[in-house]
């Protein structure tokens, strides 16, 4: 009976932890990498939990036949029931091209395989909340095309890739997290993206004179929710929700069910890292419109890019967006994974993130 999990991105910030999770739950895995990246998980094998060793197959999702040797496409035929994809380019200043060649046709190239899986169960797809584009409103796990629009490549190429999964034909899961940040219980993080961004900057701030008493401007108006989801919690959801038999065709949402507002977060985030001066409340989503008007867009991007933090997230910040996960929350609930509320861990977010700094 074929019984393996082919698994693509097991050397991302995410994958990377599923994967861990999958094996200390005994799975077979193949994982399907690009050169540099199988060395890098061929490197990692004796750190891993204990158990069968994961098969590791070369490979890159953009090329048409993944780039994958006959001999190793028979035995991923014969072998694999189901199919784990997680490998994306994930990046806010990528342009449309970039992003669908990996995202959208990587999807594509993948499905074709997984038709040819001869035991497929179920086809998890990992998307993103990124999907809603600028809607605002009630997002439900069911929702697709709302007629929205997307501020960034990326965005609309997961889009654009869930529609190729739903429309498959074969048995689906599609889950999405919200922005990942680093492990709850340690801090831990790979990389500097998300609300990250906003820390760097603060971090840089502070290196003026005098910055502890310095007055901040803080939002006042700005109560958009910020969708933030720590990695621990989307690696236990994934590897229980994967590890789960049928039924198929349900979407997930990953969220934390309680999510702070944008204001709050950068509030907090002032308090811990040390910036003890007055508070100045102004409507900062006057701003925020106004540096995504027709006429400020491009220069806004050109500052983001010389600041090294994406424009991009900033109509994010301007959309009421509620995510439920009311399906998510009953599959979990019962296995006791739970997104913990943000303001208990986020000291420990910022504790690591100065950390790594020093
Ligand atoms: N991080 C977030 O905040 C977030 C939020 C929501 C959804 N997601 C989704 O979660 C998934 C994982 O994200 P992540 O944050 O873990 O991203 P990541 O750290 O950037 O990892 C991306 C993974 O995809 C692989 N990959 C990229 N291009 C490939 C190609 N052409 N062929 C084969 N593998 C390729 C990378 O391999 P290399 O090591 O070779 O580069 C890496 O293993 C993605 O689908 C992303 O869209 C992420």
């Known amino acids: 009976m074929p019984n393996t999990l082919l698994i693509t991105g097991a050397s991302g910030f995410i994958g990377s932890r599923v994967v861990r999770r999958l094996l200390e739950r005994g799975l077979p895995l193949a994982l399907l990498a690009r050169p540099a990246a199988a060395e890098r998980l061929r490197a990692q094998l004796d750190s891993w939990p204990a158990g069968p060793r994961p098969w590791i197959v070369p490979g890159d999702l953009v090329q048409p036949d993944l780039g994958l040797s006959p001999g190793d496409r028979a035995r991923l035929r014969a072998e694999a029931r189901a199919v784990v994809h997680l490998g994306a380019a994930y990046d806010l200043f990528l342009g449309q091209a970039e992003a669908e060649r990996t995202n959208t046709l990587g999807t594509r190239h993948l499905l074709a395989l997984a038709r040819e899986l001869e035991g497929l169960e179920a086809f998890h797809h990992v998307s993103t909340i990124a999907v809603s584009g600028d809607f605002s409103g009630l997002y439900r796990e069911a929702d697709l095309d709302l007629g929205q629009r997307f501020p960034h490549a990326y965005g609309r190429s997961k889009f654009l890739a869930e529609q190729l999964v739903r429309a498959s034909g074969l048995p689906w899961r599609i889950y999405r997290p919200g922005v990942v940040v680093g492990d709850s219980r340690t801090g831990e993080f790979d990389k500097l993206d ?35 989801v720590p990695v621990d919690f989307v690696s236990a959801a994934l590897a229980e929700l994967v590890d789960r038999p049928a039924p198929a065709g349900g979407t997930f949402h990953l969220v934390d069910p309680q999510p702070v507002s944008f204001r709050r977060f950068y509030l907090e985030a002032l308090e811990l890292l040390g910036f003890r001066g007055p508070r100045i409340p102004r409507p900062v989503r006057r701003l925020f419109r106004l540096l995504t008007r027709p006429g400020f867009w491009q220069v806004s991007r050109a500052a983001g890019r010389a600041l090294g933090v994406p424009a991009e997230m900033i109509p994010h910040l301007l959309c009421d967006v509620r995510y439920d996960c009311a399906g998510a929350s009953a599959a979990l609930g019962p296995a006791g994974v739970r997104c913990p509320p943000l303001l208990d861990y986020l000291p420990r977010l910022v504790a690591r993130f100065e950390a790594s700094r020093t």
């Open 194 to 228: 998300g609300p990250y961004y906003a820390l760097r900057l603060l971090a840089g701030l502070r290196r003026l004179p005098g910055s502890a008493r310095m007055p901040m401007l803080v939002p006042r108006d700005d109560d958009a929710l910020f969708h933030l």
